[in-house]
């Protein structure tokens, strides 16, 4: 008889135990609701930084909640997925505060080069191959890539292709990249630069593109401290840089 009553005993307490806990789940979550709903819990005002390209209005239209709305119905996840479908939005990060602010912070990102849309018809592109505006006629002075699958809708991302000069860009140091004029793939697919300064760079193919880039930078400085200006730099083996003044497609036997 004592076991059986030691044993009821625990069940009873394990059943107490688990009625308290059911209610206390019930408070909780009462509380949630009733909060989200309060005025006191409100969207009271949205602050938005990092414009620089896109526009507040285009931010504006796209977030999927106002003043007044109820705090805790802002999934911030998913209102910056929507506004990262913007072709210049790189990263947001939405924060609420008890107050009843939410602050949108965006990076925009920043383009890097020009690639053709149609003919004179220029898009700018960031180092990631993202799309970031329609074709335009008078274009910044970025680099131009030439020789990929011409670039598609603002917001889409460049082919393939194109990935490869986009990373002999990257490499370059940021005092540098400014005198790459173009970057293409010729008929065999190598890749060949021109510089602001006339030089004609030829980096080869895909691979060891970054020593590549450290070659020619090494070389650009040599040869800017001995006043040359050769204008055809073969940097495709990086350990056997070779320079003419002439390129050895066009000079004369």
Sequence with gaps: MSGDTAQGRRLSKSRRILTWLVIAIAVVAASY????KSALLDVERVEIYGLHRVALAEVEERLGFHSGDPLLSVNSEEEARKLEVLP????????????????????????????????????????????????????????????????????????????????VLGAFPSDLVLRVRSLRRDADGEIVGSLTSGEEVVFGDEDRLAAKVVA???????LGDQNRNDKYIDVSTPTEVVVRGEDKRTASP
């Design 33 to 36: 609701v009733l909060l989200g």
């Design 88 to 167: 210049w939005v790189q990263v947001v990060d939405i924060e609420r505060k008890w107050d009843g602010l939410i602050t949108v912070d965006i990076t925009e990102r920043r383009a890097v080069a020009l690639a053709m849309v149609a003919p004179k018809q220029w898009a700018l592109i960031d180092s990631f191959g993202r799309v970031l505006t329609g074709g335009l006629s008078n274009p910044p002075d970025l680099p131009r890539l030439s020789g990929v699958h011409a670039a598609g809708v603002p917001g889409s991302y460049m082919m393939e292709d194109s990935k490869a000069l986009l990373s």
């Design 216 to 222: 020619l930078v090494t070389v650009l400085s040599h």
